[in-house]
């Protein structure tokens, strides 16, 4: 069974920096691409990252401020996010069963952590 566990949210000033971790069960970790996306409220679910052994991409609004990484041994992702803006405000999921940014590819989701930056 897939299973793929967020942690790491939380709330955070403007400016601030957090980091996001995806623990992944079930499937050949090293073998595949996650993603990392989020969704405030009333939005759409939007892609943030997308990590694959060396290749990362990001979304423009977050390149720059949001780093991908891995680390295959503890099967595990995660997103260093710095310089956090209001607008970063949103539930963060990561997936796997696609590649790219875009949600529709992914088939297996996390149930997501809360992020939220306010003063």
């Known amino acids: 069974e897939v299973q793929l566990v967020e942690s790491g949210g939380g709330l955070v000033q403007p400016g601030g920096s957090l980091r996001l971790s995806c623990v992944a069960s079930g499937f050949p970790f090293e073998d595949y691409a996650i993603g990392w996306f989020r969704q405030a409220p009333g939005k759409e679910r939007e892609g943030v990252s997308c990590i694959l052994n060396t290749r990362i991409d990001y979304a423009e609004s977050v390149k720059g401020r949001f780093t991908a990484s891995r680390d295959n041994a503890k099967n595990t992702v995660y997103l260093q996010m710095n310089n956090l803006k209001p607008e970063d405000t949103a539930v963060y999921y990561c997936?796997?069963?696609?590649?790219?940014?875009?949600?529709?590819?992914?088939?297996?989701w996390g149930q997501g952590t809360q992020v939220t930056v306010s003063s």
């Open positions: 997936a796997v069963g696609g590649y790219g940014l875009l949600p529709y590819e992914y088939t297996y």
